[in-house]
C-alpha cells in the first residue's frame, strides 16, 4: 500500500507542475554573483568579470526545458565561448521522454534541440562571474554532468539538475516540479536577482 501511495504522490506532484501555460518570454536579466542587478546584457566595466553563467528555459512541445549556458565574453559584452549543460532523456524519440515519467531513463548532459534558438527562449538570468568564480562553477557543473547518468520527470529532472547548480553557487532554488520558464523566473525572484 505504501508502494502505491508513493507512486501516487509522485505522479500527481509531476502533473501538478505541468498544467500551468507558459508566459510570452519574460525579459532577460543579468546580475553579478552576489545578486546585484546590473542592466541587461551589458557588460560591467570590471575585466575581471568577463565571465557568466546564464540559467535558461525555453519552450518545448512539451511544458519546456531549463538548463545552463556558460562561458566567456568578449569586449562587447557578447559571448565569445559558450558551452551548455543540461539534463534530459538520452533520445530524441519521445518514447524514452513519456517512460521516464514514471521510470529512470538513461539521460545526457550536454545541449538539447533549440537551447541555442533565441525564438525558443522563454526566460533567461546571466550571473556575471570573475574568473575564479568561473572556474569553480564549471568544475561543479563537470562534476555533475559525470555523475548525472538518468532523467526522471517527478525525482530527477531538468529543473533539480539546474537547482543542483544553482545551489553549489549558494543561491536558493525554488521547487522542481515548475514549469521550466517559471522555475527560472522564480529562482531569479528568490535570488534578488
Known amino acids: ?74 569586449k562587447s559584452g557578447g559571448a565569445a565561448t559558450q558551452e551548455v549543460a543540461g539534463l534530459a532523456p538520452a533520445s530524441l524519440d519521445a518514447a524514452p521522454y513519456v517512460i521516464g515519467h514514471f521510470i529512470p531513463v538513461p539521460a545526457e548532459t550536454g545541449a538539447s534541440d533549440g537551447d541555442l534558438e533565441e525564438q525558443y527562449r522563454s526566460a533567461s538570468w546571466r550571473v556575471m562571474l570573475t574568473e ?35 545551489r553549489s553557487m549558494g543561491y536558493k532554488a525554488p521547487g522542481i516540479w515548475l514549469r521550466p520558464q517559471q522555475f527560472i523566473t522564480k529562482l531569479r525572484e528568490m535570488n534578488g536577482g
Request: include cysteine; hydrophobic fraction near 40%; proline fraction near 3%.
Open 132 to 166: 575564479a568564480e568561473y572556474n569553480k562553477t564549471v568544475a561543479y557543473i563537470r562534476q555533475l554532468k559525470a555523475k548525472s547518468k538518468f532523467w526522471q520527470a517527478s525525482v530527477y529532472n531538468c529543473n533539480a539538475f539546474v537547482a543542483d547548480i544553482a
Open 1 to 74: 500500500m505504501t508502494g502505491r501511495l508513493s507512486i501516487a504522490i509522485l505522479l500527481a506532484l509531476a502533473t501538478a507542475g505541468c498544467q500551468s501555460e507558459d508566459k510570452a518570454p519574460q525579459p532577460r536579466f543579468v546580475s553579478n554573483y552576489a545578486g546585484s542587478a546590473l542592466p541587461a546584457y551589458t557588460s560591467t566595466k570590471k575585466a575581471e568579470n568577463r565571465y557568466y553563467i546564464e540559467f535558461r528555459s525555453r519552450y518545448a512541445l512539451t511544458y519546456g526545458h531549463s538548463y545552463v549556458i556558460f562561458g566567456r565574453l568578449n
